[in-house]
């Protein structure tokens, strides 16, 4: 099953060049893995403020193929992953240019392309953990079959 | 009739004290703008690329009565108003946490309150110029009765 | 004695208009007020992390006189005051376009200016409390005489 | 020769974990990359606003070893180079923890590093083209011998 975050391009997420400026992008992906986190139950106010559980991320990179402008509508899909680390997860996110609230065709190609990479820490001992259950839980849900 | 935008708090939004950064509450104002402006027929990229017409803000401000945290929703009214110069419009924004995308009750008190002004330039002389038609529309649409 | 923070525009901070987006010129504003404080000896990582002591903004104003855009350079001057109030302080800022790192000149007029107010908080009980004495000696080092 | 820009982290750049947001890391590399063009002559103002030569970028990643807190500073190495393609090039970045705005010794370990590499294109056209001369002679200035 595949998430997907819908988004609108504002002003703010613009620069002089009038597209997307590069690094909002990558704040665009990270609100999707928000929802997809919210999609599956989770309660973000709670997993933010947890004393036990932080999942910082240790990688991020992005392909830009297409510009994104001011008032525009992008369809980012989510797709998490375990990893051999039982620390660790990975995220990838693939961007379309949509026009409605709804998936790509398969005839769309994607405008950006991203993953993250992100390892689950005691943010009060700084040393890595097992994720949670509730992650787990989200990877069985949005990630490959 | 009022217009309603409605905006869950991502993780990009808060800073270090844990709440909303106080200038991104004030972005989130713009984006209910031009949320307002698109339900009204507006073409964003057409009117943000425009030669003849832009309308920057001369001045804006913003009052904090209760913090916002990470994954919380928010609902910000916009009630634009006309002003006594012709090249000149306000807009007042009314900001309440609710618990789904609904309109808040009587009873829900704003948890912040915000105005812009704008003024009507043409952006390549940058002199102050009438409000284009559109944009009195727009006015009209979601304004005062 | 004034205080002056010095800020090149980065892309970062303009929008598709091509000049600095409105919100992002109060982050600027709140730059200059931290660079102030740590000018009057106040660690920033501390202050930022107490227990005790929170300073939220209540009110933020801005007004626009003249447009930024990437690569120019800014001079703020930071004027903060002791208000009636024990728990309270605002802080005014004049922003001038100018060609070095040095302080405008009698004959410039500000592009911007705004102002904030701050209250200070028991972050933990979330109560007012009496301005702690390191802002009380940051008013004295850098407020009106 | 090599190129450090320094930079103190604001408070705008943290997020609810109390540290800097994964994608402000990356802007802070862009303003790196600003400040090395600037040092190398070219007038970004100029720069941005052609109609013949715009640079965007076409992939971004970046490592994080430690978090940054808000008022630590931070000096980041700048070091571009050629690509066989003569319309691209690739600029890495090393961020190190400092004192004060001097490099890193030895013994130092960088706390993030980044890559983004960079497409000349025709604005207009939105068509590739080769680098133009400014940008080989900053290539040169602060490349590798």
Redesign the interface.
């Known amino acids: 099953m595949a998430f997907f975050y819908y988004r609108?391009i504002?002003?703010?997420d613009?620069?002089?060049?009038?597209?997307v400026?590069?690094?909002?992008l990558?704040?665009i992906c990270?609100?999707a893995y928000?929802?997809s986190l919210?999609a599956a139950g989770i309660?973000?106010?709670d997993?933010?403020?947890s004393q036990t559980v932080?999942i910082?991320?240790?990688?991020?990179?992005?392909?830009?193929f297409q510009?994104l402008?001011?008032?525009?509508l992008v369809a980012v899909q989510v797709q998490p992953q375990a990893l051999p680390q039982p620390s660790e997860f990975q995220t990838q996110y693939h961007l379309y240019r949509v026009d409605r609230s709804e998936p790509p065709t398969e005839a769309d190609r994607p405008i950006a392309q991203a993953s993250?990479r992100h390892v689950c820490i005691n943010?009060t001992l700084r040393h890595r953990r097992d994720l949670p259950d509730f992650i787990t839980h989200w990877l069985s849900q949005w990630g490959p079959d």
């Open positions: 609108t504002y002003f703010a613009t620069d002089a060049a009038g597209v400026y590069f690094a909002n990558l704040s990270h609100e928000e929802a919210v309660q973000l106010p997993f933010f403020r932080a910082p991320i240790a990688h991020a990179q992005i392909d830009f510009p402008t001011c008032g525009q993250t943010p």
